[in-house]
């Protein structure tokens, strides 16, 4: 009898031990793991595919490479979206983000083609200059809600935001500049 009390007791023990160093590895390893950050929308690339321009208009074919970047240990799922192009502040074309999904820890990458037309701008006087210039500075700005799927437990909003300029050199078709934020 005393020898399966104490063989009972050590592995009670065994038990309690193992329940406390689990307890401890979570308690450390959860606020990292569980820490849930907004994912970023950004251009990768753009290349101008066409171009043409009157003194008070013009319009141009862009291939846009769109990159929804993950941090996260869960995947972010959106749904179908779009982010406006604007010049001087009036919306000249549109990219459809179509639905989708951000693994965990990693960016979803896709093409998209986009056409920019504007052709009100006899108002504006700064299309003239900046056709003479040879650069176009084009803004976008755009917001993608969407949910992060943690363990296949926990889904929390969180919404990708991005803010990018961009200048197509009107010359040799390219895009010289892009800053995204």
Known sequence: MKKEGR???KCIAYVAAFIVFQTIIIVVFAPTLLKIKSP?????????????NSTSSFTMKLQAQVAV????FGHFKYPNNTIPITYGGVTVGE??????????????RFTVAV???YDQLSSNSTLGNDINSG???LVSQAKLPGKIHLMKVMK????????CTIKVHL????????KCK
């Open 115 to 117: 056409e920019l037309s």
């Open 171 to 178: 010359m040799n078709r390219v895009v010289q500049d892009l």
């Open 7 to 9: 063989k009972n007791t």
């Open 156 to 163: 929390k909003k969180k919404t990708a935001e991005m803010y």
């Open 40 to 52: 970023k929308l950004r251009f990768g690339k753009v290349d101008v595919e066409s171009f043409s």
């Open 95 to 108: 990219v459809v983000v179509p639905k989708g999904r951000a693994r965990a820890r990693s960016t979803n």
């Open 135 to 137: 650069l176009l500075p």
């Open 69 to 72: 970047k993950n941090t996260n």
